[in-house]
């Protein structure tokens, strides 16, 4: 298997690049945006004021995406319900007891290091499978900074909740923990452990939320 490269983000670089039609873009067409123009928008949004105020845009939240696309399937469901049903169909009650459980299949510990280290080939290409679109954009933005196996290859991410975003799609979030957590010079390592406390930690860089005066 070749070893995978990564680039780290270099923020500077990324001034500017942050273009407002993403969001339009992402919705439309989202597979004519490739892992670079995603990146510039991801790292170039940190530049701009509202970044600074501490807002993170809705075109650049996995579970804004994740939520679209589950209210989409409901849609779908209730207009597939014929004319002469009974019983009406309630969107909102359906939004209520809809289990995100039920729509994620299990992606325990063992995948999550596997995807991380590259043992298990199928781990990355399977979270890439399981989510919109829209969030595979992300998640590859993400991936292509760091493998989060340790502080120099950190997993760049602009908010502590993008962190928390990507390991909802990385492992099932209910069968496993966070043990704890610890701030270094601008890297939050998280410490996970699954049912057979067995432990991983996945780093992450949150370097920029510091150095932009006003986000935290």
């Not at 590259?118 to 979270?127: I, T």
């Not at 908010?159 to 923990?177: G, H, I, N, P, T």
């Amino acid at each position: 298997m070749m070893e995978k490269t990564f680039k780290k983000v270099h923020y500077p670089e990324y001034e500017g690049k942050y273009d407002e039609s993403i969001k339009m873009r992402m919705e439309m067409n989202p597979e004519s945006i490739d892992v670079e123009t995603m990146r510039e928008c991801l790292y170039g949004y940190t530049f701009t004021k509202e970044y600074a105020e501490g807002e993170i845009l809705d075109e650049l939240s996995m579970d804004y995406w994740r939520d679209r696309r589950i209210k989409r399937n409901l849609l779908a469901e209730a207009e597939s319900i014929s004319d002469d049903e009974d019983e009406d169909f309630d969107l909102e009650d359906e939004e209520d007891d809809f289990d995100l459980e039920d729509e994620e299949d299990d992606f325990d510990l063992d995948a999550l290091i596997g995807g991380l280290d590259g043992d298990k080939e199928d781990a990355e290409e399977d979270r890439y499978e399981r989510v919109s679109p829209q969030e595979r954009l992300l998640l590859e933005a993400i991936d292509s900074t760091g493998d989060g196996l340790s502080a120099k290859t950190a997993l760049c991410v602009i908010a502590v909740k993008q962190e928390y975003e990507y390991l909802e799609r990385v492992v099932k979030y209910s069968s496993m923990r966070v043990r704890k957590q610890r701030l270094a010079d601008g890297i939050d390592c998280l410490t996970l452990t699954d049912d057979e406390d067995e432990t991983v930690d996945v780093y992450f860089d949150v370097s920029r939320c510091f150095e932009v005066e006003g986000f935290y």
